[in-house]
């Protein structure tokens, strides 16, 4: 059995005075213990959607999402989850930040100080403990923003364009960094990303998204040696392909002018969204910490 399983998942949002939009009309994939993939679509595709019904803070329509056997209700400590732009608390230094899920879980001091070492040795922020958020460069903010989501060792990441905010000289190297950090997890991952060479350099299967309700237009695995070599003829092809994927699935969309704009006001209310979410997370896992 698949570790994770969408089957016939579908999201409409309703708004007063408007058509009924449907962002993703009977989706369905499957994603093996172990894998990396990628789900690679045009800027409002229903990519940011998808993946916050697989952390379990949104609910489908239509269809259901099955984790390692279980029906996803509801966010719960099976899944970490990295959105757009970290949202790390800033109130909180990176050792609080990190620890902030085992705490509310009630780990023991002892079980919160080795996993700390354990973490801060795969994301190489030794001496770091103790600094804020604003105090660190985006490439150390995102280390602490996917350490903080492995604490509870997860079954499943969940990464919304993780390097979403990095400045471009800076995306390869970190690139570089998350395949490191991720391999050294062991971790399944889903990367939401609109960037075609970070989903051919991380992936071991891309999904590629059409903007007419999220259909999954080609599932392309990429066999590829890693650490992988991106000035490779077989890299650039596979770049080169994704490319022209991804062109056809934004073509497809080039008739719903109307979503660019949403999805740009929907990205200024994306940090309190996100915020939202990251409240519902810790709602659940309070509620997870009652139970156990
Ligand atoms: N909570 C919401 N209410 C209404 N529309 C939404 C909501 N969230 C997303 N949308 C709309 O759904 C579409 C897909 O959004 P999203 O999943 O954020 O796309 P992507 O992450 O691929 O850029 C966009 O048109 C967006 O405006
Ligand atoms: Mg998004």
């Not at 999220?214 to 066999?223: C, E, P």
Request: charged fraction near 25%; glycine fraction near 6%; proline fraction near 3%.
């Amino acid at each position: 059995m698949a570790l994770l399983e969408v089957n016939g998942v579908s999201k409409v949002f309703t708004q007063k005075r408007k058509p009924a939009h449907i962002v993703l009309d009977d989706v369905s994939f499957a994603v093996e213990q172990g894998q990396f993939v990628s789900l690679l679509g045009p800027s409002g595709c229903g990519k940011t959607t998808l993946l916050t019904m697989l952390g379990g803070f949104m609910h489908p329509n239509a269809g259901e999402i099955i984790l390692a056997g279980n029906r996803v209700e509801e966010p719960g400590p099976d899944r970490g989850f990295v959105f757009q732009n970290y949202a790390l608390f800033p109130w909180m230094t990176v050792k609080e930040n990190i620890l902030y899920s085992l705490r509310v879980k009630k780990y023991s001091k002892q079980e919160q100080a080795e996993r700390l070492q354990e973490l801060l040795d795969i994301s190489h922020l030794h001496g770091s403990e103790s600094k804020y958020p604003i105090q660190l460069s985006g490439g150390m903010q995102q280390r602490v923003a996917v350490v903080r989501a492995l604490a509870s060792r997860p079954k499943l990441l969940l990464l919304d364009e993780p390097l979403g905010a990095v400045d471009f000289q800076m995306r390869e190297l970190l690139q570089e960094e998350l395949a490191h950090l991720v391999e050294g997890a062991k971790t399944t991952v889903i990367m939401v990303t609109h960037d075609v060479s970070e989903s051919v350099y991380l992936s071991d299967r891309v999904l590629v998204m059409s903007g007419i309700k999220g259909r999954i237009i080609k599932d392309v695995y990429i066999n590829l040696e890693r650490p992988r070599r991106r000035q490779s003829k077989e890299y650039t092809a596979y770049v080169s392909e994704l490319t022209r994927l991804v062109r056809l699935a934004f073509n497809g969309n080039s008739a719903d002018v109307d979503s660019t704009a949403a999805a740009a006001a929907a990205n200024n209310h994306s940090t309190k969204r996100q915020l939202s979410y990251v409240e519902a997370y810790n709602r659940a896992s309070n509620k997870y910490a009652q139970n156990s």
